[in-house]
T-cell receptor, first 113, second 113 residues
Framework: KAGVTQTPRYLIKTRGQQVTLSCSPI?????VSWYQQTPGQGLQFLFE???????NKGNFPGRFSGRQFSNSRSEMNVSTLELGDSALYLC????????????FGNGTRLTVT | AQKITQTQPGMFVQEKEAVTLDCTYD???????LFWYKQPSSGEMIFLIY??????QNATEGRYSLNFQKARKSANLVISASQLGDSAMYFC??????????FGTGTSLTVIP
């Protein structure tokens, strides 16, 4: 079974630009979550999608948005990039059962200059 | 409020020795799950072990075991017979109702040959 796939692996953008990150979950997983990881703040929850609906949302500004498609693939968009948005963005999928873990992708390393 | 606390920013262990990584949690949810993840320098998050709040026995997965003390709200990870490949960041996480995950700030483990 293929794991969680995130594209691209690396991105370099300029302040003010926007970026879209993509995530393909494990086949059969309907829940997809996004996390931002930085050295200073650790892992911070962005949002979770389940069956195309945003089910949970973290404490991030509206510049961060996401969506999920009918095939469970998800995209995350960040508009008007700021230097502080430089981070590793991790996508995770899960089967939804309480005892089932999150399965993470390798992440997208975003650098904003 | 939901919170995961890892108080050890960094730990060192001699190869082949056992090491305990601390994790305490706080939740008012009666039903929750506790997870440990390993993040090597390459960035991917690897699921190690799970403990449910109603599980009577401590979870074990190969060289990993989870020392679950519900009354103390602690879920420490024990790695037996440490190997050089165990050097990584380790994150404790908690899942509560609504599929919301909370992560600790992590512990950096270095295995010394």
């Amino acid at each position: 079974k293929a794991g969680v796939t995130q594209t691209p692996r690396y991105l370099i953008k300029t302040r003010g630009q926007q970026v879209t990150l993509s995530c393909s979950p494990i086949s059969g997983h309907r829940s997809v979550s996004w996390y931002q990881q930085t050295p200073g703040q650790g892992l911070q929850f962005l949002f979770e999608y389940f069956s195309e609906t945003q089910r949970n949302k973290g404490n991030f500004p509206g510049r961060f948005s996401g969506r999920q498609f009918s095939n469970s693939r998800s995209e995350m968009n960040v508009s008007t990039l700021e230097l502080g948005d430089s981070a590793l963005y991790l996508c995770a999928s899960s089967a939804g059962d309480r005892e089932k873990p999150l399965h993470f992708g390798n992440g997208t390393r975003l650098t904003v200059t | 409020a939901q919170k995961i606390t890892q108080t050890q920013p960094g730990m060192f262990v001699q190869e082949k020795e056992a090491v305990t990584l601390d994790c305490t949690y706080d939740t008012s949810d009666p039903s929750y799950g506790l997870f440990w993840y390993k993040q090597p320098s390459s960035g991917e998050m690897i699921f190690l072990i799970y403990q449910g709040s109603y599980d009577q026995q401590n979870a074990t997965e190969g060289r990993y075991s989870l020392n679950f003390q519900k009354a103390r709200k602690s879920a420490n990870l024990v790695i037996s017979a440490s190997q050089l490949g165990d050097s990584a960041m380790y994150f404790c996480a908690m899942r509560v109702t609504g599929n919301q995950f909370y992560f600790g700030t992590g512990t950096s483990l270095t295995v010394i040959p």
